[in-house]
């Protein structure tokens, strides 16, 4: 005999299937839709990795960073006048950017990504020593915390090089590598806290480490500053890590060379460091002054 297509005992087979095709139509179409929210929202924050420190107002985010305004690009310069930087534009104008940059081997049209430090005219003591201070080509160099790359830009037009760099930021480690890609450039650049991350075994023996570090500001204590922006706060722990780090870094005759507040002083103060102001700040040095410290390897100054 012909087998029904339905009996009584495939009722209740036959209800579960209409209900859970039903609760699944529902689920895709409705606005208020039963799939969790997590599963398709990308998470609004991600939890820190291991290796960064969990407290500490440099870390009270992530990804870490310095900036939050819209991504754009900004030019780099060396001229008569030294270093100096500006705004170009932002992302939309990417054709009109990318046609006439680089002007010159002198001058670079830098990307922003999201949360990455800006460029700024504030730096320039920084950016003229690299270029009219001793770095020669053929040097290996390693910048920390290199941003946009920007200052790995201006590394390699001096060493001709390849140059190192880590940043804590990772969108930092990528912006700069695009730089490098747009300044033709090679760039080894890794993520993670200076402070604590093992650098791979190429990062060592350098002629130079640059930072163009987070900043001692003595109440740094604004909640709105503290979210935004990397600093050291008043007691130097950054400053004072980065010395410790030295000597496994340098050459013996090696030199670091940190921009900071005047503040920084007294942490980097290892034999043999000398400062260095912009001229019209000689007069009156305070402790938000900007200041170059040049520090001589703190394994071997004497
Ligand atoms: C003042 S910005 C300088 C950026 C770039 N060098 C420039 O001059 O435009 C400081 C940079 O240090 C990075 N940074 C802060 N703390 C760090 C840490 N512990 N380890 C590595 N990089 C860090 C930040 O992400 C940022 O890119």
């Given at each position: 005999m012909k087998?029904?297509?339905l ?8 209800l579960?299937?209409?209900?859970l095709?039903v ?5 895709v179409?409705s606005?208020f839709s039963?799939?969790p929210?997590?599963w398709?929202?990308?998470p609004t924050s991600?939890?820190?990795p ?5 407290t ?9 960073h310095?900036?939050?305004?819209d991504?754009?690009?900004?030019w ?7 270093w100096s930087?500006?705004y170009?534009g932002?992302?939309r104008s990417?054709e009109?950017l ?5 002007a010159s081997?002198?001058q670079?049209?830098v990307?922003?990504?999201p ?7 504030l730096d320039?003591l920084?950016?003229d020593?690299?270029a009219?201070?001793?770095i ?5 160099v390693?910048?920390?915390g290199t941003?946009?790359g920007?200052?790995?830009?201006a590394?390699a037009l001096k ?7 880590v940043?804590?930021?990772?969108l930092a ?5 695009v730089?490098?890609?747009?300044g033709?450039?090679?760039l080894e650049a ?9 650098l791979p075994?190429?990062f060592?023996d350098?002629?130079?480490v640059l ?5 001692v500001?003595?109440?740094?204590s ?5 979210s935004?922006?990397f600093?050291d ?5 950054i400053?004072?890590?980065f ?6 870094l ?13 503040l920084?002083?007294?942490?980097l103060n290892t034999?043999?460091?000398t400062?260095?102001v912009?001229p019209?700040?000689e007069?009156a ?7 170059l410290f ?8 004497q």
């Open positions: 087998k029904p297509l009996t009584p005992r495939d009722l209740p087979r036959l579960l299937g209409v209900t095709g609760v699944g139509a529902v689920a179409v606005p039963l799939i929210r997590a398709v929202e990308a991600l939890p820190a291991e290796h960064l420190p969990s500490g107002p440099s870390h009270a985010t992530w990804p870490p310095e900036w939050t305004d991504p754009k690009w900004h780099v310069r060396y001229d008569d006048e030294g930087t500006g170009v932002t992302y990417l009109d990318l046609g006439p940059a680089p081997d002198r670079l049209s990307p922003l990504f949360t990455v430090y800006q460029p700024d005219n320039k920084y950016y020593w690299i009219e201070g001793p020669e080509r053929g040097d290996k390693l910048v920390i941003g946009s920007a200052d790995s830009w590394v060493t001709q090089s390849k140059v190192y760099a940043d804590i930021n990772p480690v990528l912006n700069a590598r730089t490098a890609r747009l033709g450039f090679e890794v993520a993670g806290d200076f402070q604590a991350i093992e075994k190429s060592r350098f002629d130079y930072w163009n570090m987070p900043f500001e003595a109440g740094a604004d909640e709105n500053f503290l935004r922006n600093h706060g008043d007691d130097g722990t400053a004072t890590r010395l410790e780090r030295l000597p496994s340098l050459k013996p005759e090696g030199v670091a060379v940190a921009l900071n507040y005047a920084a002083r007294n942490y034999p043999g460091t400062t260095h912009a019209d700040d007069a040095i305070t402790d938000t002054t900007y200041m040049v520090v001589p390897n703190p394994g071997t100054a």
